[in-house]
């Protein structure tokens, strides 16, 4: 079976993980997906071994950040503050379908990659720009990361309990939102290109993106007034809430409408006198009296383990799943069943546990089919294949250090 972009060629002309994911994203769709870096330095984020507290280094001198941001990709290196280095990005892109910067404007104008510049060599060309906060606006050639998504979007009061301070959650969540983003609407263009014939610049932005996955907060916050209060558990509704197992791991528990479940549930917990008690015997009763329930609830899962009141509340059809650290999700078979980690052979590091492809198609597939390059790995290839380059050119512009 095709996959589902194969003969769709993108030029990859940014650093680090916003953007660049994107089009991560477009090869584990099957685009061929071409990585231009500096030569002798190539993309920061290889050089990224740590973040704060968190390692990054694996063995093969590689970066596990570069890892998940160029993953399906080939590398060529080219000088792009060089004329000639600038005139082989013309050519490529002209034989290309999809070029991505997230460079800031100045270094774009710089580099002769602009959209109008593009555009006139490729009109069917797909240019997508990605930035820190967007096109517009006094912040516009600002630069940004992860955490400014987080920050100024509002997300860091979305997380946490009732009078905890602003909490950062810890990698790379915003980064990647925007890279689903980017191929989003890559795809959306590339779509429109399919119907229309016409090429088009589109932006991209961390903001943006994460205000998108905000959208309900938003929402509520503009339509209704009011901000979406942060959960406390021992006061938030009873059946909406999460609780501690006997083996000291936890359920989350989400049952709505909860009239419908109240009667259920206290007869899956072996406690049918809930049902009809006065303090909780309607949904009102219930949230007013929360802490009065949450503790009641706190002692009952605390007298079996988590995987028994799994079974036990999945008998009565109520919706309810273990809380999983990161590390058990290679254990939960509903993840490995449907693909979410796959088995992938990684050139150093050997047979390891990946993310994978999170949908799936009757007709197609997907999934992440080589790991980053190596710098420049694929230079010679690319500029013969694509750039009509001739070995001894390719070992000219080497000497002149053009790639």
């Not at 991560?24 to 990224?48: C, F, S, W």
């Not at 006094?138 to 997300?155: I, V």
């Not at 609830?297 to 650290?325: M, Q």
Request: negative net charge; contains cysteine; hydrophobic residues 35%.
């Amino acid at each position: 079976m095709k996959r589902p972009l194969e003969g769709i060629r993108v030029l990859d002309c940014g650093i680090y993980h916003a953007g660049p994911g994107g089009l991560a994203i477009l090869g584990d769709l099957g685009a061929e997906v071409i990585k231009i870096e500096q030569p002798g330095t190539g993309d920061p984020i290889r050089m990224v071994k740590q973040i704060g507290r968190i390692p990054l280094e694996i063995p093969g001198d590689r970066s596990l950040f570069c890892e998940g941001a160029n993953r399906n990709k080939k590398s060529v290196t080219i000088d792009l503050s060089t004329q000639k280095g600038q005139e082989i990005v013309h050519r490529l892109a002209s034989r290309s379908d999809v070029f991505m910067t997230n460079m800031r404007r100045h270094a774009v104008e710089s580099m002769n990659i602009t959209y109008p510049i593009l555009h006139q060599i490729n009109p069917r060309l797909i240019y997508v720009s990605v930035s820190a906060y967007g096109p517009k606006g006094p912040d516009r050639d600002q630069g940004g990361f992860d955490y400014q998504g987080q920050a100024r979007s509002g997300l860091m009061y979305s997380m946490g309990e009732v009078d905890m301070p602003p909490v950062v959650c810890q990698f790379g969540i915003i980064d990647q939102a925007t890279a689903i983003m980017t191929s989003h609407h890559i795809i959306t263009a590339l779509y429109m290109r399919e119907r229309s014939g016409i090429g088009q610049e589109v932006r991209v932005s961390i903001l943006g993106s994460a205000t998108f996955l905000l959208y309900f907060n938003i929402l509520i916050a503009h339509m209704g007034g009011f901000e979406v209060p942060r959960h406390k558990r021992s006061r938030e509704h009873p059946l909406r809430n999460y609780y501690k197992c006997a083996d000291d791991r936890w359920l989350m528990m989400t049952l709505t409408p909860p009239e419908r479940h109240w009667g259920p549930l206290c007869r899956a917990l072996g406690s049918p006198e809930l049902e009809n008690d006065t303090h909780f015997n309607t949904d009102d009763k219930r949230l007013a009296n929360a802490e009065q329930l949450v503790a009641i609830f706190d002692e009952i899962f605390a007298t079996r383990p988590r995987d028994e009141w799994l079974h036990i509340l999945a008998e009565y059809d109520l919706f309810c799943c273990g809380v999983n650290s990161v590390m058990e999700l290679q254990d939960d078979p509903q993840v490995t069943e449907n693909g979410y980690i796959v088995d992938f052979e990684h050139p150093t590091l050997g047979k390891i546990k990946i993310p994978g492809y999170p949908a799936h198609f009757s007709e197609s597939w997907a999934q992440t089919t080589s790991a980053a390059p190596d710098l420049g790995e694929h230079t010679e290839e690319v500029l013969m294949e694509l750039g009509d380059c001739t070995a001894e050119e390719i070992a000219q512009l080497r000497e002149e250090g053009v790639v």
